[in-house]
């Protein structure tokens, strides 16, 4: 089952639309895929800045 997905608007430059563009003439794959792939690398990356949860012992997860 697919999950419920958040609407929103990005701008990107007229450069990385075409490449998205041509990347999905090649693949069949959705641009929107795509720029979810790029936000999950993004918040991998920058894990470490983001709020954890703490455990028992009072070490952040």
Not at 36 to 52: A, C, F, S
Request: net charge neutral; no cysteine.
């Amino acid at each position: 089952m697919a999950r419920k997905k958040i609407s929103t608007t990005v701008y990107i430059t007229p450069e990385q639309s075409e490449q998205l563009k041509l990347l999905h003439e090649r693949t069949k794959v959705p641009v929107a895929v795509y720029i979810r792939e790029g936000i999950d690398m993004v918040l991998e990356r920058y894990k470490n800045e983001l709020p954890g949860q703490l455990t028992l012992d009072g070490s952040v997860e």
